[in-house]
C-alpha cells in the first residue's frame, strides 16, 4: 500500500509498511548518491531557473525522490503564479 492509498482514506498503513517505505527510499538515496544537500542544491537551481520565465510560488516548491522496480524519479512540485512579461 503507498501513501496515495492512505492520502484517498483506503486504510492507514500499518507502522510495518511505513518502515518499509522509508528504508526503500534510503536505500534509492544510497544507490545514486543524492544527498539532501544536493537534492536542495536542485530546488534552488529549480527555482531560480523556472523564476525566470514564470512567476512561481517558491515557498511551495517541492522537490522529492522517489524509486520504483525500474528507475528512479525526481519529482518537482512548482505552483505557478502566473507568467512573466515577454521577453525579448
Same mark, same amino acid.
Given at each position: 500500500?503507498?501513501? &496515495?492509498?492512505?492520502?484517498?482514506? +483506503?486504510?492507514? *498503513?500499518?507502522?510495518?509498511?511505513?518502515? %518499509?517505505?522509508? =528504508?526503500?527510499? @534510503? &536505500?534509492?538515496?544510497?544507490?545514486? +548518491?543524492?544527498? *539532501?544537500?544536493?537534492?536542495?542544491?536542485? %530546488?534552488?537551481? =529549480?527555482?531560480? @531557473?523556472?523564476?525566470?520565465?514564470?512567476?512561481?510560488?517558491?515557498?511551495?516548491?517541492?522537490?522529492?525522490?522517489?524509486?520504483?522496480?525500474?528507475?528512479?524519479?525526481?519529482?518537482?512540485?512548482?505552483?505557478?503564479?502566473?507568467?512573466?512579461?515577454?521577453?525579448?
Amino acid at each position: 500500500m503507498g501513501a &496515495l492509498d492512505w492520502l484517498l482514506g +483506503k486504510s492507514k *498503513p500499518s507502522s510495518r509498511e511505513i518502515a %518499509k517505505e522509508r =528504508l526503500q527510499l @534510503v &536505500l534509492a538515496y544510497d544507490r545514486i +548518491k543524492i544527498s *539532501p544537500e544536493l537534492l536542495q542544491t536542485l %530546488k534552488d537551481e =529549480l527555482i531560480t @531557473v523556472i523564476s525566470k520565465h514564470v512567476e512561481i510560488d517558491r515557498e511551495g516548491v517541492e522537490v522529492t525522490f522517489s524509486r520504483g522496480k525500474q528507475r528512479s524519479r525526481l519529482t518537482a512540485d512548482i505552483p505557478l503564479l502566473g507568467a512573466r512579461g515577454q521577453r525579448r
